[in-house]
């Protein structure tokens, strides 16, 4: 009895239940997979985004009016043509969209 007051005034009881509870319950590898999940996250912010965009969507990435690029077809990535329809609504895939945040004004007056 000596012994465990002696170890409870030294808190090594508390750390070695801790560290038993802690390894009976896995709850190290689960903080590992957590902090794999939120860098995983995190990194699908960076450069990825949606498979398939409309255009209010890539005209809001780009940071060009919405209604101005609704009403003139050469603003609009592919000139106004849609790769595909999903519900019925007109969609661009992510890599068209891509390409076309790199295209100015000016090169596509050529």
Do not use: F
């Amino acid at each position: 009895m000596e012994d465990i007051s002696k170890r409870l005034m030294n808190n090594e009881l508390g750390t070695d239940l801790v560290s038993s509870l802690r390894a009976a319950l896995g709850v190290d590898q689960l903080l590992q997979k957590i902090d794999d999940l939120n860098d995983k996250l995190e990194n699908m912010g960076e450069g990825e985004g949606p498979a398939y965009y409309t255009l209010k969507l890539a005209c809001a990435k780009k940071g060009i009016s919405y209604n101005s690029a609704k009403s003139n077809l050469r603003l609009q990535p592919k000139h106004g043509i849609e790769d595909c329809r999903i519900s019925g609504r007109r969609m661009l895939r992510r890599s068209t969209i891509e390409a076309w945040l790199d295209i100015t004004d000016k090169d596509d007056d050529k």
